[in-house]
């Protein structure tokens, strides 16, 4: 009887538990992070994210949102982080914290509809209408000062080049390229020379993620000497 009334006992304390211990266990095991909507750099680091979290036992959901606003929720800290920013972004940001191994490199380059027009650098925008997703820093950052149109995604980025609301826009040459070629294949629309930009772009967390760090870091650098991380990236686009 003893035996019984000591088993009996365990089971009811276990059943009473058990809702507590697996709500803690997948909120432990789970982030949302916000990323550009309609952007396929953002796209493709999603893809490699899902894989480093995997691998330090969480799973991702995406909030996916407008450039400056992905950040500014990451900020708030109503998502877990922002998926992939250029450096220094935590000075703008101060709540959100780099991982100090960047995630990829991209390249930003400028697409047009004239030919034979060359652009290799900001300057060479001079005296033409240039478009540019509101929110994507570098781009904001290279085109001050400049004629320059503002848009809200990819979508509405290469939508205006093409019915000639601008004479340039400026996009990641493998997102730009991928895009024109999904959805603008017989536009005329190409890119017009070299990199304005090249950086490598890093994963922010929220400052109440800051544990994460460590963990995060170490997986992406064994994925980026491995090569994963490039083999992601660029299966991506293909």
Known sequence: MRVNSIRFFSLLVVSLLLPFLVQAEGEHGHVRLSAIDDEMTHGAAIEILRKVYHRVGYTVDIELLPAKRSLEQANLGNTDGDVARI??????????RPIPTPILTFKGVAFTKIKGERIDAWNDLAGYSVGIIRGIRYSEAGTRGLNRYFVKDMAQLFKVLNNGRVQFVVAGASAGGWFVKENHADSGIHRAGGALHEAPLYHFIH????????QLDET?????????LEAIFSGFFE
């Open 207 to 214: 400052k109440k993620n800051a544990h994460l760090v460590s």
């Open 87 to 96: 450096a220094g972004t935590e000075n703008s940001f101060p709540n959100l």
């Open 220 to 228: 992406i650098k064994k994925m980026e000497e491995s090569g994963e």
